[in-house]
């Protein structure tokens, strides 16, 4: 995904990119290992 803007845009653009990034590494189901 490319998040991109031009002054105020850009603040919005880097909070929706940051926003997802988050979401990402947080509501992955986590997996056990099955050893």
Known sequence: ???CGNGTS???AQ???A???NRFETERPVYLPLH
Request: contains cysteine; glycine residues 0%; hydrophobic residues 65%.
């Open 1 to 3: 995904m490319l998040c």
């Open 10 to 12: 850009a603040a919005n």
């Open 15 to 17: 909070h929706f990119a």
């Open 19 to 21: 926003s997802m990034i």
